[in-house]
């Protein structure tokens, strides 16, 4: 059974950081090392990809509102990324899920990705 279980979120005021983690776990097979994925979404508004990363880490992604601020980092075949946020802004806060198995694309156009976590969520004073 593959399990993806997110961890780090809390609260940050504006300009602050914080690192989420995720571990996806169950995998096999062709499968075991798969591209993983970050997307947040706030309330009222459509779910964003927010970083990628592929199997080996070599090869990482990002959504431009988060270029520069944000780091998705992870150790060669393994399944535990990371996404370290700096400079955190007033306007993102959301449920930040991790997801396992899918495409990295430009521009935060990530999809097809079958396992998904619960999320974490990130609150950003001002």
């Known amino acids: 059974q593959v399990k993806v279980v997110e961890s780090g979120g809390g609260l940050v005021q504006a300009g602050g950081s914080l690192n989420l983690s995720c571990i996806a776990s169950g995998l096999s097979g062709l499968d075991e090392y798969p591209t993983m994925a970050w997307f947040r979404q706030a309330p009222g508004k459509k779910r964003e990809g927010v970083s990628c990363?592929?199997?080996?880490?070599?090869?990482?992604y990002y959504s431009d509102s988060v270029k520069g601020r944000f780091t998705i980092s992870r150790n060669k075949f393994e399944n535990t990324i990371h996404l370290l946020m700096n400079n955190l802004e007033p306007e993102e806060p959301a449920m930040y899920y991790c997801?396992?198995?899918?495409?990295?694309?430009?521009?935060?156009?990530?999809?097809?990705?079958?396992?998904w976590g619960l999320g974490t969520q990130v609150t950003v004073t001002a």
């Open positions: 997801a396992a198995n899918g495409r990295c694309g430009d521009f935060g156009d990530y999809t097809d990705f079958d396992y």
């Open positions: 990363v592929n199997m080996d880490g070599r090869y990482t």
